[in-house]
């Protein structure tokens, strides 16, 4: 039983360059989320779907977009990356708006 | 806006040296507060849900509290096992799917 699945693990990017970070999970959640987690700082919500077909901004959703592909699948794009996005992004999943957080084990992104 | 401080930011313990952790939150209509670990490298892992002042819970060395300002997780004869990144985190009655982070404290356990 994998939970949520997060690739690639790192990814060094130049300014300005593309990318989608992929995250899967297989426990049955309807809600999926993407975190981003800096120093000093707390876990921040980028975007989430509370089901499959739908998507909603969370806290910091500027840079980014989202897909929810299927019930499993909720992937994460930067379109063109800067600086600022150098973070660890972490994946999450649940089974309804009020159920705890499972997360996967995170992509450390570098933007150069 | 819903807000959420830990302290300390980081706590070194000795082997069996009990000791809380604070989460002070700010919120306007508290469904739940959360206490996830980290460890260093992976993703958070969820340990307890409160809902309501006066609610407690526990498992192994971690008991954790919650009043109507602020949330306690109790460590108790801490093993070095225990050391990690601990989160709160807070969800407000109107806020469906988002939760309030707050920065974590660092706990290291030495033997």
């Known amino acids: 039983n994998a939970g949520v699945t997060q690739t690639p693990k790192f990814q060094v990017l130049k300014t300005g360059q593309s990318m989608t970070l992929q995250c899967a999970q297989d426990?049955?959640?309807?809600?999926m989320y993407w975190y981003r987690q800096d120093p000093g700082m707390g876990l921040r919500l980028i975007y989430y779907?509370?089901?499959?077909?739908?998507?909603d901004k969370g806290e910091v959703p500027n840079g980014y977009n989202v897909s929810r592909l299927n019930k499993r699948e909720f992937s994460l794009r930067l379109e063109s990356a800067a600086p600022s996005q150098t973070s660890v992004y972490f994946c999450a999943g649940a089974s309804s708006y009020n159920s705890p957080l499972h997360f996967g084990n995170g992509t450390r992104l570098t933007v150069t | 806006e819903d807000q959420v401080t830990q302290s300390p930011e980081a706590l070194r313990l000795q082997e069996g040296e009990s000791s809380s952790l604070n989460c002070s939150y700010t919120?306007?209509?508290?469904?739940?507060l959360f206490w996830y670990r980290q460890d260093p490298g992976k993703g958070p892992e969820f340990l307890f849900t409160?809902?309501?002042a006066g609610e407690e819970k526990e498992k192994e060395r971690l008991k954790a509290t919650l009043t109507k300002k602020e949330s306690f997780l109790h460590i108790t004869a801490p093993k070095p096992e225990d050391s990690a990144t601990y989160l709160c985190a807070v969800q407000a009655s109107k806020s469906d799917y988002k939760l309030s982070f707050g920065a974590g404290t660092t706990v290291t356990v030495r033997a």
């Open positions: 779907s509370a089901s499959e077909g739908t998507t």
């Open positions: 426990m049955n959640h309807n809600s």
């Open positions: 919120v306007s209509g508290l469904r739940g």
């Open positions: 409160l809902y309501s």
